[in-house]
């Protein structure tokens, strides 16, 4: 019963956290105004900066990169110190199931239609919280990647299926943390597909040829840097 309830409440809290927009309360609470009226009246962090500039939208990007260490965290002290349970021995697994919940709230916000973002960040704030090493040598393949083929979502894409990758790994090889490896690594892989999952259309520019390079002047879409 008690492993039942710290699931439970992992996924429905993190979700749920998951899912309030950062950029509309930010703007609410520094403009006393709906960013979804102004601009290109999408929710994100790139119309935040165009119509109100550095601050605002600083304020939102960090709001949506605690998103995930706070999760992680909250969802570690309540399962590990308030219920007592601890899955397969390891307490990393509860961190990966409330990343995975936190980034369905952000990309799937219940509060928002359904409509987010795409989760990159947030994936790699969760990881941060739950596995540093993955999470550096992740970032390092998104950023020789990116390097590489000047496209971000290439980096994202590659950096997505090195997670469950060295998540194997280094908790095999490494961590030797037992029975949790392949529950672990199943949780990462989740989020990997995830990640792939939503960009998709980027995806189908990258075969058309029409995929925008990093630091290219030419005009992006407005969703495409929605968090």
């Given at each position: 019963m008690k492993e039942f309830l710290s699931i439970l409440f992992t996924v429905v809290f993190?979700?749920?956290?998951?899912?309030?927009?950062?950029?509309?309360?930010?703007?609410?609470?520094?403009?006393?105004?709906?960013?979804?009226?102004?601009g290109s009246k999408n929710a994100g962090l790139t119309n935040v900066l165009r119509v109100y500039g550095k601050g605002p939208a600083l304020a939102t990007l960090l709001c949506d990169l605690a998103k995930g260490v706070i999760a992680v965290v909250v969802c570690r002290v309540i399962v590990h110190q308030v219920i007592g349970v601890e899955f397969f021995g390891d307490p990393r697994f509860i961190g990966y199931v409330a990343g995975l919940a936190v980034?369905?709230?952000?990309?799937?916000?219940?509060?928002?239609?359904?409509?987010?973002?795409?989760?990159?960040?947030?994936?790699?704030?969760?990881?941060?919280?739950?596995?540093?090493?993955?999470?550096?040598?992740?970032?390092?393949?998104?950023?020789?990647?990116?390097?590489?083929?000047?496209?971000?979502?290439?980096?994202?894409?590659?950096?997505?299926?090195?997670?469950?990758?060295?998540?194997?790994?280094?908790?095999?090889?490494?961590y030797d943390d037992g029975y949790a490896v392949l529950p672990n690594t199943l949780m990462a892989l989740l989020i990997c597909l995830l990640i792939i999952y939503l960009h998709r259309p980027n995806i189908k520019r990258l075969i058309e040829g029409t995929e925008n390079k990093f630091g290219s002047k030419q005009k992006k879409k407005e969703d495409d840097v929605n968090g």
């Open positions: 993190s979700y749920l956290f998951g899912s309030l927009n950062s950029a509309i309360i930010v703007c609410r609470l520094w403009k006393g105004q709906d960013i979804r009226e102004y980034m369905l709230g952000h990309c799937f916000p219940v509060f928002y239609g359904f409509h987010g973002g795409k989760g990159v960040l947030l994936a790699a704030t969760t990881l941060l919280a739950i596995d540093p090493l993955t999470c550096l040598l992740s970032i390092c393949v998104f950023a020789l990647l990116v390097a590489v083929t000047k496209y971000v979502s290439v980096g994202s894409i590659c950096a997505a299926v090195a997670y469950p990758t060295f998540t194997f790994i280094l908790q095999k090889f490494a």
